[in-house]
């Protein structure tokens, strides 16, 4: 998904690709507490991942588009912190709605992913052809998909990063996996690990400001 949406954001506009993964997301999330067989989830959940995390590599490139080199460590930080912030209050809201109904979670969720499209497409203009024009760029020529994995492959350093950063994912992803099945099995519902979530999230946004 993040390969398949920087490509597409550099070819077609991060505007773009922002809103096809916003509109998509949420369009499969209106049918997600309908599925009950598991073959339909488990394609339903891999489109959903795949849309999703399309958006990604676009924000963060227009992102880069709207700063300049000195400002992107601070407006970069600025955005993890105002997604933390987010996710503070997410995990306690969505515990207390996934107690009462998990359809109402998931028509919530696609709401406020449509709220936002519209709020993108109404009132945020398209970044790529206007930072190309400042800089004085012609449309890129995209080099072939084998010579961008070879100069991947190729970065020592760049791999000993990855290898590094898929441990800490490893771990991390415990939380969203194995923690709710553990919790579960304790007798602890939806609410209470929307909590526990939260507060996990307040330490690392606390952490990150001080640094």
């Not at 995390?53 to 400002?71: F, G, K, N």
């Not at 052809?129 to 190729?154: F, K, M, Y």
């Not at 304790?186 to 929307?194: A, I, K, S």
């Amino acid at each position: 998904a993040a390969l398949t949406g920087g490509a597409l954001a550099d070819r077609i506009g991060r505007r773009t690709v922002m809103l096809m993964s916003l509109v998509g997301a949420s369009s499969l999330l209106l049918v997600f507490g309908r599925l009950t067989a598991p073959p339909a989830i488990l394609v339903a959940v891999l489109v959903f991942a795949f849309l999703g995390d399309m958006y990604r590599p676009a924000a963060q490139a227009m992102m880069a588009d709207l700063t300049r080199p000195e400002q992107r460590p601070t407006a970069f930080s600025l955005m993890y912190v105002t997604v933390n912030l987010g996710m503070t209050v997410s995990p306690i809201v969505g515990g207390f709605i996934a107690q009462r109904s998990y359809q109402w979670l998931f028509w919530g969720d696609a709401g406020t992913s449509l709220a936002y499209a519209l709020l993108l497409a109404l009132a945020v203009p398209e970044t790529l052809a206007s930072r190309r024009r400042a800089a004085g760029e012609a449309a890129p020529a995209h080099p072939p998909l084998g010579d961008v994995l070879r100069s991947i492959t190729g970065h020592r350093a760049f791999l000993v990063f990855l290898a590094a950063t898929f441990g800490v994912s490893v771990a991390y992803m415990q939380s969203h996996t194995t923690l709710p099945l553990y919790m579960q099995g304790l007798g602890l519902g939806p609410r209470t690990y929307g909590l526990v979530v939260a507060v996990n999230v307040v330490r690392a946004t606390v952490l990150t400001v001080l640094a």
